[in-house]
């Protein structure tokens, strides 16, 4: 069974930066794809971010130039540096990991971005 635990949520001003992290069980490299998600009350789930097997990042449009994703293969993590932060971030981020033919989540972090 694939268990992904996040953490790094948390409380921050506007402008602000925080760092998520999603360690996975066993190899990450398994996946497909692992990245990250949000969602905010009454709205769908979205893609934040994701890096493909082969190292490639892909960034939703809205957080393009102010998050970044890693991923570290020797401790099975992907990270998300998050900076520039602006109150319309605020959500419970999921870390998710694809396989050919299963999703997995994470429990979910939630992130408040206020003054």
């Known amino acids: 069974q694939v268990q992904l635990v996040e953490s790094g949520g948390g409380l921050v001003q506007p402008g602000g930066s925080l760092r998520l992290s999603c360690a996975a069980s066993?190899?990450?490299?398994?996946?497909?794809?692992t990245g990250w998600y949000r969602q905010v009350p009454g709205k769908q789930r979205e893609t934040v971010a994701e890096?493909?097997?082969?190292?490639?990042?892909n960034y939703a449009d809205s957080v393009k130039g102010r998050f970044t994703i890693s991923r570290d293969d020797a401790s099975n993590t992907v990270a998300l540096q998050m900076s520039s932060l602006k109150p319309e971030d605020t959500a419970v981020y999921y870390c998710?990991?694809?396989?050919?033919?299963?999703?997995?989540w994470g429990q979910g972090t939630q992130v408040i971005v206020s003054s």
């Open positions: 998710n990991a694809k396989s050919t033919f299963v999703n997995y």
């Open positions: 890096i493909t097997a082969g190292g490639s990042p």
């Open positions: 066993g190899s990450i490299l398994r996946f497909k794809s």
